[in-house]
């Protein structure tokens, strides 16, 4: 009889919504020497858009409707990878992140829903939707949920940018509140142009990937104080073109996938948290698309 085991503490996961000739694909990387491996293959991973890993073990994934099938979040068996659906259609339009709470049910950024994007809380058992926050619809144009991560105290951190790209100063981090969905803006502007992805450190201190931050230098990571919202610089330039998503590992050091939206470059990164230096962790023609990335604790 074979016995699957849970992948070991520390290995990252990264989802690509169009690897392998467009059919989507979870990968392992191995933290220490970079190899990368095949975790989940095909199946409804085409168009995937965010991963997070649940308590037990098993990693959830979320999936834009705009490829074939509809809005879908996904489940993988941590031991197997195989596949099974959490929740679809309903209230998703274009799911573009997820992140997972401390209760187990699930959070989804919708970049549509009700017009102007939503934060969704899905019963991890039932898959049972409810819309927790709606977009507000400021900005011209309006910006729209397009990252989301829990912080240590339950509240829900989302970056939300137009979608559009280059200077937009409407971009904006907000706190949702978990209980009543309240929105309070945390920082807006600055350096902030085209955040997509948000994680917070051990020390509350919140971390931004953004596209376009410090135009002409291939975006970076912010770090914002929690309290004041003040920006602080912690990674620009160097190999960055395109920072996405963001996670960190257990060590603090941060994780961030970068894909060249127009060229052939993809690249997952550690940067170190205080002097902002950058080692490439793994790259290559395998990666088409990195969409999400997380950490196996």
């Known amino acids: ?105 699930i959070l989804v950024a919708d970049v549509a829903t009700g017009g102007f994007g939503a934060v969704i809380r899905v019963n991890r058992t039932t898959g049972k939707q409810t819309v927790l926050s709606q977009g507000d619809g400021s900005g011209d144009p309006a910006v729209r949920a397009a990252g989301l991560c829990v912080a240590p105290d339950g509240s829900i951190l989302v970056v939300e940018q137009n979608m559009i790209g280059g200077e937009d100063l409407s971009s904006r981090l907000v706190r949702v509140d978990r209980v009543s969905g309240a929105r309070t803006t945390v920082t807006s502007g600055g350096e902030l142009r085209s955040p997509c992805g948000v994680v917070v450190d051990s020390a509350g201190h919140i971390l931004i990937a953004d596209a376009n931050a410090f135009p002409g230098f291939g975006g970076g990571v912010i770090k914002v104080d929690p309290a004041t919202g003040a920006q602080t610089t912690v990674s620009s330039g160097g190999g960055f073109v395109a920072p996405g998503s963001i996670a960190i590992e257990a060590d603090g050091s941060l994780l961030v996938t970068d894909s060249d939206p127009g060229g052939t470059d993809r690249f997952l990164f550690r940067v170190d948290p205080v002097t902002g230096a950058q080692k490439v962790v793994a790259s290559g023609g395998q990666f088409k698309s990195l969409v999400g990335v997380a950490v196996v604790r």
């Open 1 to 105: 009889m074979t016995v699957h085991q849970h992948l070991p503490a520390g290995t990252i996961l990264l989802a690509d919504s169009q690897a392998l000739g467009c059919a989507g694909m979870v990968f392992r990387v191995d933290p220490v020497t970079g190899e990368v491996g095949q975790f989940a293959l095909g199946g409804e991973l085409q168009g995937a858009t965010g991963i997070a890993i649940e308590s037990d073990g098993n990693i959830v994934v979320s999936k834009d409707r705009s490829f074939p099938g509809t809005g879908i979040l996904l489940r993988l068996d941590g031991r197997t990878g195989a596949q099974s659906e959490v929740t679809s259609g309903g209230k998703f339009t274009a799911p573009i992140d997820v992140a997972v709470e401390a209760d187990g049910n």
